[in-house]
């Protein structure tokens, strides 16, 4: 029988306009982003509908506005195939927090305002940082690190095969993508982000983040739940509060998760949230997994047609 795992976007994936058309189309849908906008105490959902780029693409509503369109793919795929079963979750970054909640560890509300909360903690540590990110596309792992010793900067995603993040001050991963191109890489890209993620950079934020879960309520995960930070299944609440703090300063380790649910027997994954960055990766990865992926109307429906199948 398929095991099935729900994975949860990552920022960067953020679009304006999503979620708009779910909402407008199931009252599921409408319901929780008003219950977003209550819980936040401001309007999120206009943010994410008709918000300007600059507006959307600030952590602090980057973050939850991921969280929570992932969150209405989720219930929404759980309304249309109620016989669907999951046996894991995993989530790139930010993500992690709605695969946590999938699997029971916190609830939706409480989801949500840990989410705004990591993103407003990296926010303000972003502005007091000059930092930057850059892809490095067709370079191996072993040859960026050399690349990331020399600039001085550090992994931050290890995403699929040939597509490494990296992390740091801003001039230092400037360095390392010219050094990446010399060293063979078809491409070393900066990526349109307010700061160094998964990096040393982020370090200000981790005691504000530990305070934030350490009032949360918890408790252990219903299903596997995969950690960014070692690649393997979450342990207790304890263990999942450190690995979360961790998981700031750590590298995301997606290629490795993948590989490790594969080989523990699951072939069918569904992507939840916007865009399709993660189907993406698995086709890198492993081309033999059925991947899914909804994000909107239509890549609902499509995916619900092919599930009932």
């Not at 936040?40 to 994410?48: E, F, K, M, Q």
């Not at 160094?196 to 739940?225: C, F, G």
């Amino acid at each position: 029988m398929s095991k099935t795992a729900w994975l949860f976007a990552g920022q960067g994936a953020q679009v304006v306009g999503m979620g708009q058309d779910l909402a407008e189309q199931f009252p599921t849908a409408r319901a929780l982003f008003d219950r977003d906008n209550a819980a936040l105490g401001y309007d999120l959902a206009g943010i994410c509908f008709r918000g300007s780029e600059p507006e959307l693409t600030k952590t602090e509503n980057a973050q939850p506005g991921i969280y929570l369109v992932s969150w209405v793919a989720f219930q929404l795929l759980k309304e249309q195939v109620p016989t669907l079963k999951f046996e894991a979750t995993a989530g790139l970054s930010l993500g992690e927090t709605a695969a946590l909640a999938a699997a029971g560890v916190v609830d939706f509300e409480e989801g949500l305002k840990l989410v705004r909360w990591r993103g407003r903690f990296m926010q303000e540590a972003c502005e007091v940082t000059q930092g930057g990110m850059a892809a490095i596309i067709g370079l191996d792992e072993d040859p960026t690190r050399e690349v990331c010793a020399q600039a001085g900067v550090e992994i931050a995603n290890l995403n699929c095969p040939g597509q490494i993040v990296v992390s740091g001050e801003l001039e230092k991963v400037k360095q390392a993508c010219e050094l990446a191109r010399s060293g063979g890489a078809k491409k070393a890209v900066l990526l349109p982000v307010a700061g160094a993620y998964h990096s040393k950079l982020m370090t200000s934020a981790q005691p504000k983040l530990r305070a934030a879960l350490a009032a949360a309520p918890m408790q252990a995960p219903t299903v596997i739940v995969i950690s960014n930070v070692t690649a393997r299944p979450h342990g207790n609440v304890t263990e999942i509060q450190s690995l979360l703090v961790e998981q700031l300063t750590a590298p995301v380790r997606w290629e490795e998760s993948m590989r490790f649910l594969l080989a523990e027997g699951f072939t069918r994954f569904i992507e939840l949230g916007p865009g399709k960055a993660l189907s993406g990766f698995m086709k890198r990865i492993d081309r033999t997994a059925h991947m899914f992926n909804v994000a909107d109307v239509p890549s609902l429906q499509e995916t619900v047609k092919a599930l009932r199948a």
